[in-house]
């Protein structure tokens, strides 16, 4: 854990480690030159305490629950929706398809309805006329998520904020960019670095996803480490909540201490407290120098380095590659600062997930532990799983550790995944970490949540919710869990 | 304002402009050399709408409201009090002084009982008592606040954190500080220098402020610029609600998203929804080099730079001035790289409000505006007050868009307050400032929250208090408006 532990203290942009199956031309094989032993003392208790309290469905808690009593929608709703919405009221079946699936595929909706509202003042009369109907709403931006939180999970009505695509205003002295919730990140991106900044986050997934689905998963990414987490960077929203209130959080100030911050109870709720509409950010310079260095040892670790003086940025890097290697804390490497050779080292990392879908079936867990733990949970997986699984695969963001844990099989397989759950969740619990560092809870993982959070916590999160959102309309079935106590 | 336009854009730790007035050795005058024509074109109507919300107290809406019913404390309780707490229940009229009021001198309660437990079980025992029989509780910290909100109004039983004042784990790979709400900023800094690392904020109070309370008011102070809000770098929280019931969100990681983020709650809402016992925080290294460079144009601005290579650093910093002092942005200055006279320079700034307590009586108001228009307010107070004001002073964050606006007589004067609130409101929301940047509101700026913040959110804060806070038994009179729609 040397080179991790080295890593962390680095003032770096982002701290990238992998180990990825050898079979694929765009991952390479990890090294394990030392295995360690793993002196890990079992607790079952926690882990008993909690499967008592998972849902309807004993065998898998990430399985559907049996549908609410939502009302069903009826011509005369398609009628208020098309009246309101003309031509973005979508009941083709062929055009709902892709948004009735995850990207992963692995959970499948119904829903009849799609609506693309372009205003927040269409969102809250959308809401209002749900919200007094009692019909379900599932709230979606560019549906890449990984838990099956942004895809109905029956018949919801599903909100696409694709149409709300407007940058409404940026502050090129204090950098601060207001948009719609449906801009696409990319985009963003491009908007700014034509105005010298960029964006405080990064994703893999950023040529589709929403900015408004980034803040309400609260998604971490590459640049969490360099410029901190959208509770710090986001400064404002614009939120309609379950019954069509307009909720104006929208402030562009860095500082504002004018009673409880409200806007963080709807950043990473996934959309069930409510509808973001527009978000304002902070974001920052772009730098005029960037570095990525792309290193050996037993892992494969990307260093980002963003400066402002190419020289000084080089200078340090250099120093630092001197030292790890000299102390053989790394035995290879190479060091890009052409903008095309960057692109195709951090390809390395981003399309690991693409390539593991190659595998068949993957497990997908998203654990966040003590940066010193971070590897063990791989290592005792492969111990723990044996032949069952054909890969064990850990890759993630050292710096934030957080760790990326996918294990693959030819297919599904329930036997492989009773060995891999819940042990996966107390081995977690154990080191007090959490089961989902930025993918959220969705459907998938919403039962599981006892494992990071005390049952006082999830109770307040259920009060929370019934202030909100009284009738349960704003995406059910996600976040929150089957039974709260 | 092009100097301050400049100053944002380098990537600086803190940024502080002032001017200030002339009187002090401890402070130097302000030349403004180019007071440009205001254009501002006053709307009358957000003022109106909004003074017809104030409280009880149309006059001065600051001060306080009735008492409100809740219970006073017999003799039964005071033995309850004792036994649970022996020999830190403190009835003492001397030693209850100086708990009973404010730094500033402008807010006295007459508390009969202050209560110091050392543990978060203790702090969920009072709590759980006072809850049951309806007495109304009064958490404070160091007591430095600036809006009334850490002294009580009436006869609220005081809860000092400030035996709570054990540090609980460091752990120096990822620089995460876990300690109780009692510690004092300085003492944690000095323990984390110790060890290579400082805390993520820095203050004017840090001697007496503890950091529960830091981080109950959302503490931004000097190196906000540098490494962002409490809510990005604060990652756990142990809370006890106003029933007793403990909220054990003490994470001591990067990322967790399962579910709600409770702890935002807690942050900045001044002991309203409930009483922070423990907190976990992200804390940097510290930098190997710093600079700080004090300058003069219109205003005197400190800079303070801090990094990894001292030759790096001076390099940057040369290059900067020499552009500045070539196009003539900046006229004089001086740069520190000792420590005794960086001190020196800070203490400068840090004295400034020691100093103006010479003036007689200060109204102080702490505004968030857009960057551009910071001193614009400063400049056009002058000449609005004209000769009522012995001195309209302004300091700040720039960085942050953060003003100090402090304004003298020679004692309390009716009619300057008079002349100076609501128009400073007014003044403010014109231009989608903040009311309170990082002081909060407190007892003194709760019935000005609506020049903030929309009347939906105002509501909205009623709910979750109501929610967490049943009987209002935390913090009375404080932080939310005494009318709420």
Redesign the interface.
Known sequence: MGML?KC??L?LRSTYMWSVCPQYSTAVAARETQDRALIVQWTQHRGVHNSRRLGANPVNPSAAPPRLPFSRVTQEDLSFFRALLPGRTITDPDLLKSSNVDWLKTVQGSSDVLLRPKTAEEVSEVLRYCNERNLAVCPQGGNTGLVGGSVPVFDEIILSTSLMNQVIAF?N??GILTCQAGCVLENLSHYLEERDFIMPLDLGAKGSCHIGGNVS??A?GLR?LRY??L???VLGLEVVLADG?????L????????????K??F???EGT?GVITAVSILCP?KPKAVNVAFLECPFYIIIETAG??AT?DE??LHHFLEEVMTSSLVTDGTVATEATKIKALWSLRERVTEALTHEGYTYKYDI?????KIYDLVQDMRRHLGDMAKNVVGYG?VG???LHLNITSSSKDPALLAAIEPYVYEWTSQW??????????GLK?RNY?YY???S???A??G??KA?LDPKGILNPYK??PDNIN
């Open positions: 532990q962390t203290r003032s502050d002295i204090s998963t609260n971490g969490l901190g987490s509770r710090g960077t209130r307009v909720l104006n959080c402030a562009t100030l860095r500082k504002d201490n004018t009673g409880y911050d409200l963080q109870l950043i990473g709720s407290l310079r402002s003086n000084h200078e340090k966040s532990l003590p940066v010193g963001h934030d550790g957080n007090k970490g959490s089961i989902s560092a930025e993918h959220g809870l993982k949540i990071s959070k005390p006082e916590a999830v307040l999160m009060s929370i202030m976040t929150l």
